[in-house]
């Protein structure tokens, strides 16, 4: 595994290898992330344990940087996490394109930040001057922080865990965003199904972010209710705004997003696909995340 990390520069959190994308033989099973000071392997099968002590070494002194070697066993129950070398770093701090955003290892199943998400990071920090961002299943707001960086006058975000947009709220702070003069940073913690007249109250917006989760039990299911979301767009947008739509179910392509969104909301005209980070290689076009780009333009 080691042997295909290309990357040299480890200022930025990134993925430093990506086995999930079935690109590498007998990989498949193994992520690993850089998010500095710690290398996180994540695992979603059981392997030999001297493989993975040589993987971990091996990883320790490539990145001269590096104090702790973790792995997180995804397969198990509450994907449990353990120290492999070094220090027992609980949280940190990592950078990203120049902005900063809080970690926790051990936790929870994600560590806070997608790194698979950071074109589209990119492209809406490129994008937000004086606009009004909706940013819908915002987790821990690494969205609003790029709008609000970007020039944004205002980002409003939802999220049905509380937990989540207390972490968002300290990303903000984080990057001395919280108070920036003139504008205006909304925290809303409510069911998005159950709440559009909450979402419509803060609207009209510019610019749509939706990425989530492609199965939530008892909350989300992606391909029953993106049509829910897409539907709303005529109540939610001002005409001419964006929509960054986003998938990362393995099942469905973007042509299952494409399709949605003709039947639901036909006045969104199809602009682009953002392409993702270069380390995200999958081997089987459509498998991977799918960010859209299309703009609402009402007849």
């Known amino acids: 595994m080691i042997e295909h990390i290309t990357a040299t520069d480890f200022t930025d959190a990134q993925r430093l290898f990506h086995g999930r994308g079935h690109a590498f033989a007998n990989l498949n099973h193994v992520n690993v992330d850089w998010l500095s000071p710690v290398v996180l392997i994540t695992l979603y099968q059981a392997v030999d344990s001297k493989w993975l002590a040589e993987q971990a070494s091996a990883l320790k002194s490539l990145i001269k940087e590096c104090r702790s070697v973790q792995v997180q066993h995804r397969y198990e129950k509450f994907a449990p996490t353990e120290l492999l070398l070094g220090e027992p770093v609980s949280n940190t701090i990592v950078s990203e394109q120049g902005l900063n955003y809080h970690i926790e290892f051990g936790k929870a199943q994600n560590t806070g930040l997608f790194l698979d998400m950071s074109n589209g990071r990119t492209w809406l920090r490129q994008h937000a001057q004086g606009k009004n961002v909706l940013n819908l299943f915002a987790y821990t707001c690494a969205f609003s922080v790029s709008a609000i960086a970007g020039g944004a006058s205002k980002t409003v975000n939802i999220d049905l865990s509380k937990a989540s947009l207390s972490r968002g709220r300290e990303n903000h702070q984080l990057n001395h965003l919280a108070k920036k003069q003139g504008k205006k940073i909304i925290f809303e913690g409510v069911d998005i199904f159950k709440s559009n007249s909450r979402i419509k109250k803060y609207g009209p917006y510019d610019i749509l972010v939706c990425d989530p989760p492609s199965f939530q039990k008892g909350s989300v299911n992606i391909e029953r209710d993106y049509a ?13 705004a964006s929509l960054m739509l986003c998938l990362n179910s393995p099942d469905l392509d973007e042509n299952f997003l494409k399709a949605e969104v003709a039947r639901e909301c036909p006045d969104c005209q199809f602009e682009q696909r953002l392409d993702n980070p270069e380390v995200f290689k999958e ?5 991977g995340l799918k960010v859209l780009i299309f703009t609402y333009q009402p007849s």
């Open 228 to 240: 829910k979301i897409i539907r709303r767009i005529p109540q939610w947008l001002n005409a001419g």
């Open 283 to 287: 081997a089987h076009q459509g498998k």
